[in-house]
């Protein structure tokens, strides 16, 4: 089973507008945080906001918001006022603190890719 | 810039061949990550290392293994290549071993491997 769920292959969005991509994810591990990345063209990785699992609040980055849903084990990312630097490929993680097995190890989502039309 | 470096940017060879990638992380950072990314498999991690140990391994094939050297410098080898270890490979560093919260990984800008 997928740990991180991007179900939108593809968004638009004009200029100026907010708009949401969603992410859902899986664990069982009472303790985890969760990450927005995103790519542009160019193909760097380049890490956005993050939510813990026991965060009260949600996270927000100057125009990045993550709307997280605990009992829904969603982590969608708002971003407000688009700009047309804002089209890229845009990545959920998770990082399980006490069950991934791992170190620190982010697993990721499949991507969704978003055009802010102008 | 990240302060993550990988070399080589792009990189084209053959089958059966093997090439090495390298990276070095952003200064002060013990932890090295790699990970590759195709397009049908998306973003996979494959291996880390801490201050030169090896602390955890994803699906990394057995064709491939990685080190850390005692500057923190961090090589992942390829070999055997076939035509579907095409894909971008990147190098990420983190700050602690057991990176918890919101200890961000930051990434380079990728290898870029065709194999032909």
């Known amino acids: 089973a997928q740990k991180i769920t991007q179900t939108q292959p593809g968004m638009f969005v004009q200029e100026k507008e907010a708009v949401t991509l969603d992410c859902t994810y899986d664990t069982s591990d009472p303790s985890y945080g969760l990450f927005w990345y995103k790519q542009p063209s160019s193909g760097e990785m380049i890490f956005l906001i993050y939510?813990?699992?026991?965060?009260?609040q949600n996270a927000t980055e100057g125009r990045y918001s993550l709307n997280f849903q605990k009992a829904r084990k969603s982590a969608n990312l708002v971003i407000s006022a688009s700009q047309l630097g804002d089209s890229a490929m845009y990545f959920c993680a998770m990082r399980e603190e006490n069950y991934g097995g791992s170190q620190g190890n982010l697993i990721f989502g499949k991507g969704t890719k978003l055009s802010v039309k102008p | 810039d990240s302060g993550v470096t990988q070399t080589p940017k792009h990189l084209i060879t053959a089958t059966g061949q093997r090439v090495t990638l390298r990276c070095s992380p952003r200064s002060g950072d013990l932890s090295v990550y790699w990970y590759q990314q195709s397009l049908d498999q998306g973003l996979q991690f494959l291996i880390q290392y801490y201050n030169g140990e090896e602390r955890a391994k994803g699906n990394i094939l057995e064709r491939f293994s990685a080190q850390q050297f005692p500057d923190l410098h961090s090589e992942l080898n390829l070999s055997s290549l076939e035509l579907g270890d095409s894909a971008l490979y990147f190098c990420?560093?983190?700050?602690?071993?057991?990176?918890?919260?919101?200890?961000?990984?930051?990434f380079g800008a990728g290898s870029r491997l065709t194999v032909l």
């Open positions: 939510q813990g699992s026991y965060d009260q």
């Open positions: 990420a560093s983190s700050g602690s071993q057991g990176a918890s919260g919101a200890n961000v990984l930051t």
